[in-house]
């Protein structure tokens, strides 16, 4: 049996990047960039105006001859004196030797010309070219997240296709002659099914969408079968239940008899201990456990930064909060406890109900407190550290 550590670095090593594929900036949201990216023109690409107002040469002066008009999209360079302004517009080319512009509120216009109220300084409401980025700079480093604003922002440069890592092609096993779909009358000695609608909603909560999920009876035969039939067609594969000791449980076996490699069987945690990492070419295959607190538990904990990590994020882990605690805890087990729990600015709470078949309070907890297995006691008023969940 590994420690926590050492099964998330067995991961980490054997998670190799996605490939990267181009993709419409329109529809890379969440993507991660494979590439730098660099600016093909200048931003703003023109002087423009920031204002509705006047653009006129700056000097003592405060009245001016109107001799223009600059509207947003016109590029007409007209030639200004000193005594003259041009009536201009957000967003508007700014003549030339013009270099500052007066907002409409401070001036008192006539048809022909202004008389400036209130004196802007010298370059005021005037957008540099480039002042945002210049023709050739960095956009955005590889390895950035493509938000809405970033979307935005390649857009305003023109950019229309992007290098992004491709997200990974994940499928949910699922193992149990006791589940059966909600929705449906429920038949003695059955339970509903859980883990499979839970863990795609996980997997939607960091962008992996469309998961299609498979149901298999606790038979060695059938589990080799759709084994075989899905190893190659996903680049992550989760199994939840039938990798503990049972006489049933027959996950492993099925994997190993298809040829998966084993990296690691077993964790030593609570809950999440029955769990297998293992691979078969590029495929990573994840058999999380079947008690659903385990099951998640473990997917926040090592498959969640797996697929952070071959997606091209910077940062694989996820982030890590200090809280001070509010009781007294004693860890007794000898094994790393990931419990569920409730933080607010300051404090946080251990929720009831840890085992790792409930969860009742799984589903009101904002945080897994990480409880180190070599910690005996941990103090009221101690610092601990939190893995914040949504
Ligand atoms: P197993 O790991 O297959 O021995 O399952 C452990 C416990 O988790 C058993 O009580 C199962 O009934 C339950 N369980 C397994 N898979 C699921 C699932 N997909 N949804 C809900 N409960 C499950
Ligand atoms: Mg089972």
Redesign the pocket.
Known sequence: MIQVEQALSIIAENSTKMPVQKIQVHKALGYILAETVYSPINMPPFRQSAMDGYAFIHSERHQYDIIGISQAGDHDDIKLKENEAVRIFTGAFVPKNADTIVMQEHVLASENSILITRMPEQFTNVRAKGEQILKEQVVFEANTRITPAAIGFLACLGITEIEVYKKPKVVIL???N??VKSGKELPKGK??????VMLKAALQSIGIKKVKSFKVK?SLKATKKVLKNILPKFDIVLI?????V?D??FVKEALLENDVQEHFYKINQRPGK?MFFGSKNETLVFAL????AS?LTNFYIYVYPAIINIRGFSETHLPKLIRKLNTDFTNNTGKTLFLKALYDETNVTILESQSS?MLNTFAIANSLLVVPHDKENLKKGEDVTLLPID
Request: net charge negative.
């Open positions: 699922v193992t149990g006791e589940l339970i509903y099914e859980s883990n499979a606790d939840s239940g039938g990798i503990s049972g049933y449980d029955p456990p079947g008690n659903p099951s078949a």
